[in-house]
């Protein structure tokens, strides 16, 4: 069953919806146990749904997109409409539902003949083209989780997550090859799991991903966005460590002593 549905009906057409609910959203128990008023099982209103309100947002902007004597056997102003909705909704997320600013990219290029063509070949996440000097920015946040027991008995436990951000403001449509390798993996390091944004592959497929450098090629989209993911579930090493011993001096003083250790992999990356 699909559920919830959200329609709209303006200017003659009909516009639906289904809105992806990822997790279960239940009804709020009373201390009791019991359901609040009113509450028909445990699944909540549609319209206490934060996704049900964007998605009546969404319909309203594609309005905006519909001219008022549209038909259905008007072939170019349908496609028309079908431009402005890849645009706005690239693999059906919203990303820029501005109509305004869109008509004014679709149509406001100095060089009318040259963008359509270049237009013509680009991709649905590339709504418009980059104009200006070109640059690639890359950028690596990574979250390191350890939990160090200290104890021989007692293996310390170690896992790393990490996000690469990608910004080509390359003009025309490029494609871009980011070379990624990891560092020295031992027999017991495991293999990082990698996720790829949809407009990028693994250069040579999954049997790529095994190895310790791969390569990921993308037509990227104008902006920043996420390239890829990563995620060791488990690393041989230990990028920090931490020691601390605390010591009372008096019942209101204390003295703390903390030492960090910094592997000597990370010292020789940052250097």
Not at 101 to 124: C, I, Y
Not at 211 to 228: A, D, Q, R
Request: net charge neutral.
């Amino acid at each position: 069953k699909i559920w919830p549905v959200v329609f709209l009906h303006k200017k003659g057409f009909y516009l639906v919806t289904a809105v992806a609910i990822m997790d279960r959203l239940d009804r709020p128990r009373r201390s009791d146990g019991g359901q609040e008023p009113g509450a028909g099982g445990n699944r909540a209103r549609a319209l206490d749904l934060p996704q049900v309100t964007a998605a009546f947002a969404v319909l309203e902007d594609i309005c905006d997109f519909i001219p008022a004597s549209l038909s259905i056997s008007d072939v170019a102003g349908i496609s028309e409409l079908q431009y402005y909705i890849r645009s706005a909704l690239p693999f059906g997320s919203p990303v820029n539902t501005n109509f305004h600013l869109l008509r004014m990219v679709r149509h406001g290029f100095p060089n009318k003949e040259d963008d359509a063509t270049q237009r013509a070949s680009s991709p649905a996440w590339k709504p418009y083209l980059y104009k200006g000097k070109s640059k690639l920015t890359l950028s690596i946040v990574e979250t390191v989780n350890c939990t160090l027991y200290g104890k021989p008995e007692y293996e310390d436990e170690c896992f790393i997550q990490g996000t690469v951000y990608c910004c080509a403001d390359i003009t025309g449509v490029p494609e871009v090859c980011v070379p990624i390798s990891f560092s020295e993996k031992s027999e017991e390091s495991q293999e990082p799991e990698i996720s790829v944004h949809n407009c990028a592959h693994i250069v040579g497929g999954i049997k790529a991903a095994k190895e310790e450098s791969l390569k990921i090629s993308c037509l990227p989209p104008t902006g920043p966005f996420v390239l890829c993911r990563y995620n060791f579930r488990q690393s041989p090493v230990v990028p920090v460590r931490g020691f601390y011993q605390l010591k009372e001096l008096s019942p209101l003083e204390f003295r703390l002593l903390l030492q960090v250790q910094i592997h000597p992999l990370v010292v020789g990356a940052s250097g």
